[in-house]
């Protein structure tokens, strides 16, 4: 199973990005999906994630602002960011738990600068 992330960038305080995490290969069954990220100097955190049926998780940081989805059909899940901020800049990595395993995609930059 591969995971190709995409549609991160440079975007001004208070733009908007959508990230869309593609997944292929031996494609059974994909469980819950997950967005995550990591700035310089900091650990991985979870931004948010989404289980086969539907039901959403956020982190706190990014409730009100940030709206994951996915597109069972098309093996596709999508984090629509919205108002974001300097802090929101890192790389963001996408996952998939397929039957009893995780993969992770190779992560998209996102940058926040005026």
């Known amino acids: 199973v591969q995971l190709q992330a995409s549609g991160g960038g440079l975007v001004q305080p208070g733009g908007s990005l959508r990230l869309a995490c593609a997944a292929s290969g031996s494609i059974f069954t994909i469980n819950d999906m997950g967005w995550y990220r990591q700035a310089p100097g900091k650990q991985r955190e979870l931004v948010a994630t989404?289980?086969?049926?539907?039901?959403?998780n956020y982190a706190d940081s990014v409730k009100g602002r940030f709206t994951i989805s996915r597109d069972n059909a098309k093996n596709t899940m999508y984090l629509q960011t919205n108002n974001l901020k300097p802090e929101d800049t890192a790389v963001y990595y996408c996952n998939a738990h397929v039957v009893l395993t995780i993969y992770w995609g190779q992560g998209t930059q996102v940058t926040v600068s005026s």
């Open positions: 989404i289980t086969m049926h539907g039901t959403t």
